[in-house]
Nanobody, 115 residues
Framework: QVQLVESGGGLVQPGGSLRLSCVLSGSIFNIARMGWYRQAPGKQRELVALSHSIGVRTYADSVKGRFTISRDNAKNTVYLQMNSLKPDDTAVYYC?????????WGKGTLVTVSS
């Protein structure tokens, strides 16, 4: 079994920054990809950013140039640096990983962008 635990969410003013972290633990033999999704109130969950094991990174158009995904393979950790935050970025952010050919999700961390 694999567990994903997110941290780093909170309240931030528009234009501010936050850094989310997600630590994977358990029986990990292969991580194909790690990434972040988000779900705003009343909306469907959407992709924010993905980091593939081959080094490719994918971003949603709405966050390109503002968010950066990175990973520390030695620590089984993925990060999401979020800059120039907007009220529309308010959502629960979920960590997702494909580990040992199985998709796992974290429980989410709330990010609120408000003045």
């Amino acid at each position: 079994q694999v567990q994903l635990v997110e941290s780093g969410g909170g309240l931030v003013q528009p234009g501010g920054s936050l850094r989310l972290s997600c630590v994977l633990s358990g029986s990990i033999f292969n991580i194909a990809r790690m990434g972040w999704y988000r779900q705003a109130p009343g909306k469907q969950r959407e992709l924010v950013a993905l980091s593939h094991s081959i080094g490719v990174r994918t971003y949603a158009d709405s966050v390109k140039g503002r968010f950066t995904i990175s990973r520390d393979n030695a620590k089984n950790t993925v990060y999401l640096q979020m800059n120039s935050l907007k009220p529309d970025d308010t959502a629960v952010y979920y960590c997702q990983a494909r580990v040992n050919d199985v998709d796992y999700w974290g429980k989410g961390t709330l990010v609120t962008v408000s003045s």
